[in-house]
């Protein structure tokens, strides 16, 4: 008996299956080796993918955003239901986080606006609306709705077998990571936004439309936090409450990021990907999560700063 990733299972659950084909030595390494991988692969996407709208939102633009999980579900039950409809499943999800978008820039204008200079009352805003829609989304929708399943099957490396979904997830944090890198440091855009976020009133005076930029760039983040639930829509059991299995993940990784989370994300996902993978196969889901955030507890008080600090400091 071998152990083995079940297709389309929810991260970290594992089932047996027998075989009888026998390997030779490289390649069982090779499988143990592929194995380890998947399942940092798969840790790295969840938090590339949870943390991607809360860095632009939370890490450049400051704004505590303790909505960030509902967006994320509203990218999730959009997706479900357009599915339901017939719609297909990857044109389903680039429609979910559109509309996610859209509700971001709405709620930018509506709420946000008012407390760029107050992140308290920005916490405090962002959180009554989170329980505003968990709580209308549980009266509305119901406890919980009809999901759709994993799709794309899967494929074997020796004595394992993994979700196919799952490498598509990484391939998508990857791009996702590139995305954001190429819009805010090599577009005409980004660099608006970015001396916006420094300083809004010189930005101002320079000629920016700095409240367009900020509904633009807040519509940016809430549409990747919906492209996220899109995308683990197909893995995941959708409940009203669903975003909170991604926000202490999300918060976590853009902190250790740094100021500057255009480096710093990337970096901090790897670390914390290695540290939780690490766990998770050694001492299983529960000592992964305790074992992450006591990581992260120490990243803090030896870099304050965060990753991105290092990165600075050596391109000087």
């Known amino acids: 008996m071998v152990t083995a990733r079940r297709t389309g299972a929810p991260r970290g659950q594992w089932v ?4 009888c084909i026998r390997l030779r030595p490289e390649g069982l390494v090779f ?12 840790v790295f996407s969840f938090l590339i993918l949870a943390s991607a709208g809360l860095a632009i939102v939370f890490g450049m633009m400051g704004v505590i955003n303790m909505a960030h999980g509902e967006f994320i579900m509203c990218g ?8 339901n409809l017939g719609v297909p499943l990857p044109l389903a999800q680039i429609m979910a986080a559109i509309m996610a978008g859209l509700i971001g820039v ?29 709580q209308g989304t549980l009266l509305i929708v119901g406890s919980s709705i009809r999901g759709i ?43 608006i936004a970015r001396a916006t976020m420094q300083n809004a ?14 509904a633009v760039s807040f519509g940016i983040g809430a549409g990747l936090a919906g492209l996220c639930g899109a995308l683990y829509a197909p893995t995941m059991t959708l409940i009203p409450t669903m975003g909170a299995t991604f926000i202490v993940e999300s918060f976590v990784t853009v902190v250790i ?26 001492y299983g889901q529960i000592i992964g999560q305790i074992g992450m ?24």
């Not at 709620?107 to 829609?133: K, M, N």
């Not at 009133?201 to 900020?214: D, F």
């Not at 955030?293 to 700063?305: D, G, M, N, S, T």
């Open 31 to 42: 499988a143990e080796l592929f194995s380890r991988f998947y399942q940092f692969a798969d």
């Open 257 to 282: 990021g740094g100021a500057n989370v255009l480096l710093g994300t990337a970096p901090a996902a790897v670390f914390l990907g290695l540290v939780r993978m690490t766990l998770n196969a050694g």
């Open 16 to 19: 047996q299956r027998a075989s």
């Open 149 to 191: 399943g994993t799709p794309e099957g899967s494929f074997a490396v020796g004595y394992y077998t993994f979700s196919t979904y799952r490498m598509i997830l990484f391939a998508c944090a990857l791009a996702v990571l590139s995305g954001i890198y190429i819009l805010f440091m090599r577009t005409r855009f980004g660099v």
């Open 201 to 214: 009133g010189m930005a101002q005076a320079l000629g920016a439309r700095t409240g367009r930029i900020y």
């Open 76 to 83: 999730a039950y959009v997706t479900v239901g357009l599915v």
């Open 106 to 134: 709405v709620v930018e204008v509506l709420i946000v606006r008012r407390f760029y200079r107050r992140p308290l009352d920005s916490l405090l805003a962002t959180w009554g609306l989170s329980l505003i829609v968990t």
């Open 293 to 316: 955030l006591f990581a992260v507890i120490l990243i803090i008080r030896i870099l304050p700063e965060g990753f991105s600090s290092i990165l600075v400091r050596r391109g000087r």
